[in-house]
């Protein structure tokens, strides 16, 4: 069985809340909030009596329903709410009726200034609430909508207002057809019936109800179901899937399409609505929360993979101290016997009991003494990081520990409490990588205006920027930097400035993505020919260029070393 879909807030129930809450007409409106910012909720003051008046203009929840609960007000009121309690807070609601059977409502509020609407257009993502003066003009809309976004109808101050336009011409209102009407609209279409193409405001699932009333019950079943719109005999239910107990939605009257045991009835449909929308919103955000959450756990999960691994291999490279410090000692032993051009010295283990043969690379182009200075360095560098390199392997494999717990339990998370403590201790743990939603603008065709700076990505998803030129390496070190990113350079020699871009979070760059861009450095170096080339690191912040100095130079502190290969 196909999952069944969400049942939409179309006409009908639009239609029904009204005739439910008639009572409004002769109300004060005695205080506006805007909970969210396309959602407004009216105070209304009536029979003695506060009641909440819910509107959305939300493209996936627009909806216009009471509510029994308390929403909370914005901290600093928008403009468009703002608008509103200037103009029709204290009026007083004098009509509130569709227009048509369509989903587009006009509220009459009588203030001092004369008869202000507020019209209510529940349209998908065309939703809007928009305050229309007396004089017909614009005064503010939830959402302004500009001649580029849609020529048709742009929504602006000061422009009058004007209806949207109808999808279809000449369809039947179901509030005004009679049953004579009926019965011809049924002649009419014959045994292909397509509702939607002859009565209007008719939601998919409307639609379906009725040919499913016609096909159990015939025109009888039709024109009963007419009686029941026209004379408001509604009997609301809320309808929940029962496997899952998920809300599919309300409706106006028991479906004839759903099973019985799927829907449960309520005192309005105000009610099942709040209902519903409350269940259908709080799923909605956990499946947001979950969508966030999961890749981002995923992602931080194998980078910390991948780094456990290449700990695990420096540990082991790290055990060979003893054999890098033999190397060297054979090398100056025993290098004499080699011939020019040799890469490759044989020498006998004296370590061992039976001195078997060992072979030892050699770099041809260097003497002896500078090969057995490179091993006898890596001796020295495997000794200091060996106990270094073990505390950061238990530290990142309790965290890989933790980090698969958490990701089992957010699979499993069964609501959006739960979902939401997983989130903040990921967030706690830095194992989101959450980035601000840019501003829209137009693209910089140049964002180095011309400046010849290239843009690599680390293996951890970092950008890094390499200058190319002096000019560049300026551009780059006082224009483009931020205080916290990364700033590499070879430690002697001339080369290229390499920027690792952190978002203000420098401690969060892992070592492989260092490694990487001073790698960079050294291939953008006159050392680049070098088996080894130690590159500087430091934040921007401790790096200056002295005035008058040429382009390209600067000087810095705080640095810390690395050793790379730059062919590595």
């Known amino acids: 069985m196909r999952e069944p879909k969400p049942i939409p807030f179309d006409s009908l129930s639009l239609y029904a809340v009204l005739q439910e809450r008639n009572f409004f007409i002769g109300g004060r409106i005695q205080e506006i909030r805007q909970p969210e910012a396309l959602t407004i909720v009216l105070h209304i003051y009536a029979q003695r009596t506060e009641h909440r008046l819910l509107i959305s203009a939300d ?8 509510i029994s609960t308390k929403v909370p007000n914005a901290p600093t009121p928008p403009p468009f709410l703002q608008s509103l309690r200037k103009h029709i807070d204290g009026g007083i609601i004098r009509a509130c009726s569709m227009v048509g059977f369509d989903r587009i409502v006009q509220m009459e509020v009588q203030t001092r200034e004369g ?33 580029r976004q849609s020529e048709a109808r742009p929504i602006r101050a000061g422009e009058p207002y004007r209806l949207p336009p109808t999808r279809v011409e000449g369809l039947l209102n179901p509030l005004v057809m009679t049953e ?33 009333i016609a096909q159990t019950e015939g025109l009888e079943g039709i024109l009963a179901w007419a009686y029941r719109l026209r004379n408001g005999l509604w009997e609301p239910v809320v309808i929940r ?26 005192s309005s449909l ?16 956990y499946e947001a929360l979950r969508q966030t959450l999961l890749p981002n756990l995923r992602r931080a999960l194998q980078a910390r993979e991948r780094a456990v691994a290449d700990l695990e291999r420096a540990l082991s490279e790290s055990q060979h101290a003893d054999r890098w410090q033999l ?31 060992v072979e030892i690379p050699i770099d041809p182009t260097k003497s002896l003494a500078e090969n057995a200075e490179r091993y006898f360095q890596k001796a020295r560098r495997a ?17 890989l520990h933790a980090l698969r717990y958490a990701l089992e339990n957010a699979e499993r998370a069964p609501d959006e409490s739960a979902l939401r403590q997983l989130h903040e201790q990921a967030k706690q743990q830095g194992w989101l990588r959450e980035t601000p939603t840019p501003t829209a603008r137009r693209p910089e065709k140049d964002p180095f205006e011309g400046h010849k700076i290239r843009v690599h990505l680390s293996p951890d998803g970092y950008q890094v920027l390499v200058g190319e030129n002096a000019q560049a390496n300026d551009y780059l070190l006082t224009r483009v930097a931020k205080p916290n990113d990364w700033w590499l350079h070879v430690r002697t020699g001339t080369g290229a400035h390499v920027i690792i871009r952190t978002d203000n979070q420098p401690q969060r760059v892992p070592k492989s993505t260092l490694e990487f861009a001073a790698r960079l450095a050294a291939q953008h170096s006159a050392d680049k020919h070098a088996r080894v080339v130690e590159v500087d690191y430091t934040l921007r912040k401790y790096v200056r260029k002295p005035k008058g100095a040429p382009p390209g ?12 290969e730059p062919r590595g």
Request: glycine fraction near 6%; aromatic fraction near 10%; charged fraction near 25%.
């Open 115 to 147: 008869l202000y609407r507020l019209m209510v257009e529940l349209m998908g993502k065309h939703s809007n609430i928009i305050l229309v003066e007396p004089v017909g003009l614009i005064r503010s809309a939830i959402k302004w909508v500009s001649p």
């Open 59 to 66: 493209a996936q929840f627009a909806r216009m329903h009471c």
């Open 327 to 357: 190397y060297g000692e054979l090398v100056l032993a025993f290098g004499h016997t080699l011939a020019p051009g040799d890469t490759v010295l044989h020498a006998p283990d004296y370590t061992k009991p039976d001195m078997p043969t």
């Open 180 to 212: 004579e009407d009926w019965r011809r609209l049924w002649a009419q279409m014959g045994e292909t019936r397509d509702w939607q193409a002859y009565v209007e405001g008719l939601s998919r699932f409307t639609a379906d109800e009725l040919e499913t």
């Open 241 to 266: 899937e029962p496997h899952t107990r998920r809300a599919l939605g309300a409706y106006p009257f028991p479906s004839r399409q759903l099973p019985a045991e799927w829907q449960h009835g309520r």
């Open 553 to 564: 130079f600067a000087l810095y502190t705080h640095e810390k070393t690395l050793r790379v």
């Open 270 to 285: 105000s009610l099942a609505w709040e209902q519903a929308f409350t269940e259908r919103l709080q799923q909605a955000r």
């Open 383 to 399: 000794r200091e990081s060996h106990a270094e390199l073990r505390a950061r392997l238990e530290r990142l494999r309790e965290e």
